[in-house]
């Protein structure tokens, strides 16, 4: 297996990368999280995953072990494939999708393309308990402003806004003050969005 890869940076898109490593060019696919995260520098290491079924050989990178690591436990669940793992790394940081599966979130796990109420239920389901071993997350662990975050999301598209450009600016605001209030997150979203 491919642990991870060390060269150049040959192509960089959203959805892919290649990677030079000693005259051979891996195409690797990544999230938008790996994207957004990839050193402006021409030399990379990526942690990699590599898939192997009968028709494909292929790999996926990632920018971090732990990034990895949840991409591994997504793929675990029944129903849950290699892309729709990646499109929830693409719409959720590591740290949020372990957070969501701790709390049992199930509207945002769902919220990810491709998702639906069922699956988002077995996610939960089939990892509380291994994220809550592997990383020591708990209930307690997960931040309590989560509350107030999730009220005014709901607030939010009750007032027509998407959920993903609502998120966007919710947590930037939590960024610049942890703990704001719920009005205060509506309040200041609204003059943003």
Same mark, same amino acid.
């Given at each position: 297996?491919?642990?991870?890869? %060390? ?101 945002? !796990? ?7 109420? %069922? ?22 662990? !997960? ?31 939590? %960024? ?18």
């Amino acid at each position: 297996m491919i642990h991870h890869l %060390k060269g150049r940076l040959v192509e960089k898109n959203p959805t892919d990368i290649v990677v030079d490593c000693n005259g051979i060019g891996y195409r690797v696919h990544i999230s938008l999280h790996t994207f957004a995260q990839l050193p402006e520098s021409e030399l990379v290491f990526i942690y990699t995953h590599l898939q192997i079924k009968e028709d494909a050989h292929t790999l996926y990178g990632f920018i971090d072990k732990t990034e990895r690591e949840v991409f591994r436990q997504l793929i675990s669940v029944s129903g849950v494939g290699a892309s729709t793992a990646r499109t929830m790394l693409s719409s959720l940081e590591p740290r949020q999708i372990m957070e969501a599966i701790v709390s049992e979130d199930v509207a945002t !796990v769902k919220s990810v393309k491709g998702i639906g109420t %069922k699956t988002a239920q077995r996610v939960i389901l089939d990892l509380k308990d291994k994220i809550v071993k592997i990383y020591g997350m708990d209930e307690l662990s !997960v931040p309590q402003h989560n509350t107030n975050r999730e009220e005014a999301l709901s607030a939010l598209e009750t007032l027509g806004y998407t959920r993903k450009q609502s998120e966007k600016v919710i947590d930037r605001i939590r %960024k610049e003050d942890p703990d704001a209030t719920v009005e205060t997150l509506i309040k200041l979203s609204l003059k943003k969005l």
